[in-house]
């Protein structure tokens, strides 16, 4: 099965700092998209960044980018300066295949502290 | 931006009721999903379409119906409630049928049937 993977359930990050939450993924497909979510307690699943796998550069949205190592399968997720709204789950996903589903990952739950 | 609503953010059924859960996109998108999150499975794709009138099954399509006689409007049918649909049920919209293409998200419903 083609599957995103987020091997960290939880973390903790002081405000101000960089974090980075890993995601690896499976897949044959020649051509696909990696997407990052962000989840807050109330819900709503917010887009926050996209890298397509033929894009030369990493990408980059505000506060947050993508260490995108396509030879490895993995697009960690950095934010730099954290801050206290950070506070959220964090869901990696990959478009791509025959039906083009978007898979998700089981998430990384992010706690920013004072 | 993208705007992607949905009816309810709270509901509240019994077992055995018929149950319209509605999502409206105002980003003129060809394609719009219904997605269920629950805790330790993730986001499971319930069913998708890519044109008005048109509907494909998604990994989990039983127990479920769906609608989309205009294009802005999908809707989601659960024509006998029952207990184990009891889920945070998910909207999104994407522009086009592409491997790079971005979902975006609705609020979210959470069903709760008892």
């Known amino acids: 099965a083609q599957k995103i993977t987020q091997t960290q359930p939880g973390m903790f990050v002081q405000e101000k700092e960089a974090v980075t939450l890993d995601c690896t993924y499976d897949t044959s497909d020649p051509s696909y998209g990696l997407f990052w979510y962000k989840q807050p307690s109330s819900g709503e699943m917010i887009f926050l960044i996209y890298?397509?796998?033929?894009?030369?550069q990493n990408a980059t949205e505000g506060r947050y980018s993508l260490n995108f190592q396509k030879a490895r399968k993995s697009a960690n997720l950095v934010i730099s300066a954290s801050q206290l709204g950070d506070s959220a789950m964090y869901f990696c996903a990959r478009l791509g295949g025959a039906t083009n589903k978007l898979i998700f990952g089981t998430g990384t739950l992010l706690a920013v502290q004072p | 931006d993208v705007k992607v609503t949905q009816s309810s953010r709270y509901l509240v059924k019994r077992t055995g009721e018929k149950v319209f859960l509605e999502c409206v996109q105002d980003?003129?998108?060809?394609?719009m999903f219904w997605y269920r999150q629950d805790p330790g499975l993730g986001l499971r794709l319930i069913y998708f379409s890519y044109d008005v009138k048109m509907k494909e099954k998604g990994d989990i399509p039983e127990g479920y119906s769906v609608s989309r006689e205009k294009k802005e409007r999908f809707s989601l049918i659960l024509e006998s409630a029952s207990t184990n649909q009891t889920s945070m049920y998910l909207c999104a919209s994407s522009l086009d049928y592409t491997s790079t293409d971005t979902q975006y998200f609705g609020p979210g419903t959470r069903l709760t049937v008892l």
């Open positions: 980003m003129d998108h060809e394609n």
């Open positions: 890298q397509g796998s033929y894009d030369q």
